[in-house]
């Protein structure tokens, strides 16, 4: 089980443990990792950095090397979900939940003052339209009052 051996085993777990392991034949110490292959799939290993499979850390047969790789990893996941529970009843949450709550508020207020500027605008608006229409009307009857009595002046002018 050479080096050969350590190029099939596939993708190498990236989180290699701390557990120092045997004298790899050029006299540096190994690190556990796990090999990914279909073979050998969540398999125990030692690893040489530069040289990569020295040795199995799981010698007993498969049922039992696979059943302790998914005992570890419930271990892992059992303590993660304890550091979640935690960290959902901590109180950073709660007052991270206040913080927002306040902002909540906060916008909201300023949502209702938005709303009543609107409301404002609005009104400014149709009566600005109801002005400019008034003096729009104001502006044709002054101009066919002009033409009107600029008619009458002519037409008077010619008579004499």
Same mark, same amino acid.
């Given at each position: ?7 099939s ?16 034949h ?6 556990m ?18 040289h990569?499979?020295? %040795? ?7 049922? %039992? ?32 939940? %206040?913080?927002?709550e ?35 009307q104001?502006l ?20 004499k």
């Amino acid at each position: 089980m050479g080096k050969s051996e350590g190029s099939s085993s596939g993708a190498i777990s990236s989180s290699k443990k701390k557990n120092k392991g045997p004298l790899c034949h050029c006299k540096r110490r190994t690190s556990m990792a796990k090999a990914w292959t279909n073979d050998n799939r969540g398999r125990r290993f030692w690893l040489c950095n530069p040289h990569g499979f020295v %040795a199995w850390i799981d010698l007993e047969e498969q049922n %039992a090397w696979q059943k302790q790789s998914l005992l570890e990893a419930r271990d892992v996941m059992d303590r993660l979900r304890e550091e979640i529970k935690v960290l959902k009843q901590s109180p950073w949450t709660t007052s991270q939940q %206040a913080t927002i709550e306040d902002s909540n508020a906060l916008l909201l207020e300023e949502g209702d003052r938005l709303a009543e500027e609107k409301k404002k605008l609005e009104i400014a608006l149709i009566t600005s339209a109801e002005k400019e229409k008034l003096l729009r009307q104001f502006l044709v009857l002054s101009w066919g009052g002009f033409i009107v009595i600029t008619i009458i002046i002519v037409f008077a002018m010619l008579k004499k």
